[in-house]
């Protein structure tokens, strides 16, 4: 039920029929309401508009409801009458739609490399302090400078270990870096085995998300809807939220500037929001609203779904042009609050209350202003959200596991990649640096210092001079190095001659 004059019809107020202006969905939106009064059905309802004009979509799908976006609707008395009081004919619809994962199992496999994540968001998915991050970001730079893949969690394992053990190594870099020390080695090591324990390490390693991959359409010219399974994931609700914002600048990073296309490129809805600025530091909070508002030039529209308005900061806030909100609770103090606010952020209607008319609403009811005009919101009005085609509510497993089978992603993501990275260059290191050393007779310090074994002792060639500190790469050293950086360098993603930042994008040095 999508409209062919550049609008996507969202609903029917008492006067007009509300829809959403094409042009103008890359300047956001939000959608808000209390537990039960429809926000799924809404998101739904917004992601089949934009499949139907071309546009893909992402969106997570918190409780498995969403996936019934992928099968045929069903004419239920409720979805029919409600279609004929606003006054457009219900038609069942079947939105062509991709599952993703990052456990593997609902889903195709999501990867990034731990180089893609990079130190700030590593580190906020890690809980690390502000000492705990400034070591982490010292390791990357470390990586660098050594043509050390980061790729999955045991490449950053070696390297913490290598730097937690080796005296010589934390001199060298405190000397070049700041303060480096075992204890806050051995607190990342820990908060690195907490989140393995947690399944994230299901999310590193190859091959890495391709993010055009999203940005598909099929035969019939509709954007694939594609359905990232967060049931499981949202146990580890840190983990999902630092996924999405990742992934946000991801899009950033690697999507050309448009301007103000016709449609959007790609439309992101963001559920449960409040995870992603919860205990947020200030820093990451500032670059988030930077990523929002500059990520519209290339042609993305990020619309974000929670609970309560309050949930999202003024600075995200003023952004969100398009809204619809629907009923709210006013029983405690905060939630009065959440009622006033949200009223506040509408343009009035001389008509009623908008604040009183957000505690009345009913379920797939809600108050809607969109952006019209020269980017302008409208007035608000008290709309009957249009019913999906799609199936309201999950598919089994048998229809799921149909879908992915037939997946033309299927091959290309199934598979994990283990190519030599610094897990594997560094035991090549300490494995040439052994024979050397048994070749002058000596080798328990030096490898002790890689190893972990304690401190160094006088390195035999290939290990680190007395006088400099610094390493004497051996041979085999210069030809794993080498050999990394070629790798490096052919890379899809264009790593180049460091590894790759991906935190944020170019808002905080990003990598190109």
């Known amino acids: 039920m999508a409209a062919n004059d550049g609008t996507i019809l969202i609903g029917k107020s008492e006067t007009k029929f509300e829809q959403l202006v094409l042009k103008l969905a890359n300047r956001h939106g939000l959608v808000t309401g209390a537990t039960g009064t429809g926000k799924t059905v809404t998101l739904q309802k917004l992601a089949e508009g934009f499949s139907s004009v071309g546009v893909p979509v992402f969106t997570a799908d918190i409780k498995g409801d969403l996936s019934g976006i992928s099968a045929m609707g069903n004419a239920l008395p409720p979805f029919v009458n409600r279609a004929k009081d606003i006054g457009v004919e219900y038609r069942a619809e079947q939105y062509p739609t991709v599952f993703w994962d990052l456990f593997g199992e609902q889903g195709h496999p999501v990867r990034a490399t731990v180089a893609e994540m990079g130190p700030l968001l590593l580190s906020r998915l890690l809980e690390l302090n502000e000492v705990q991050e400034g070591v982490l970001n010292i390791l990357f730079r470390y990586a660098d400078e050594q043509g050390l893949l980061l790729l999955d969690l045991k490449d950053l394992r070696a390297l913490l270990a290598e730097l937690g053990q080796n005296k010589e190594l934390q001199a060298e870099l405190q000397a070049a870096y700041g303060n480096v020390s075992s204890a806050s080695v ?165 008509k009623f209350s908008t604040s009183e008319v957000i505690t009345q609403l009913g379920v797939g009811e809600a108050l809607v202003s969109v952006l019209e005009g020269k980017g302008a919101p409208s007035i608000v009005e008290r709309t009957l959200i249009a019913p999906p085609g799609g199936r309201v509510g999950p598919i089994t497993r048998e229809e799921r596991a149909a879908l992915m089978k037939e997946s033309a992603f299927r091959s290309k993501y199934t598979e994990t990649m283990d190519r030599e990275s610094a897990f594997e260059m560094l035991a090549s290191r300490a494995e040439a640096a052994s024979k050397a050393a048994e070749g002058s007779g000596g080798i328990g310090g030096w490898l002790g210092g890689i190893l972990g074994g304690g401190d160094a002792a006088p390195a035999p060639s290939g290990g680190r001079s007395r006088t400099t500190g610094r390493v004497q790469p051996s041979l085999a050293e210069k030809i794993a190095t080498s050999a990394a950086r070629s790798v490096a360098s052919s890379v899809g993603r264009q790593i180049g001659t460091a590894i790759v930042r991906g935190v944020l994008g170019s808002l905080l040095g990003g990598r190109r």
């Open 186 to 350: 051995g607190a990342i090591q820990r908060q690195l085995l907490t989140l393995e324990n947690q399944g994230g390490a299901n999310f590193f390693g190859e091959p890495a998300l391709d993010i055009s991959d999203f940005m598909k359409t099929d035969e019939e010219g509709r954007g694939h809807i594609n359905v990232l399974a967060a049931d499981k994931l949202m146990k580890s609700p840190r983990l999902y939220a630092t996924f999405l914002l990742w992934l946000l600048s991801e899009l950033f990073e690697t999507l050309p500037e448009v301007g103000d296309p016709e449609k959007p490129k790609l439309v992101f809805f963001f559920d449960e929001a409040h995870l992603l600025f919860e205990n947020a530091p200030p820093a990451l909070l500032e670059s988030i609203e930077q990523v929002v508002r500059l990520i519209r030039s290339k042609g993305v529209g990020v619309y974000f779904v929670t609970q309560n308005p309050l949930d999202v900061p003024d600075k995200v806030g003023a952004q969100l042009g398009n809204r619809v909100q629907h009923a709210l609770r006013a029983f405690t103090p905060r939630e009065q609050k959440a009622v006033r606010a949200a009223a506040e952020t509408f343009r009035a209607n001389p």
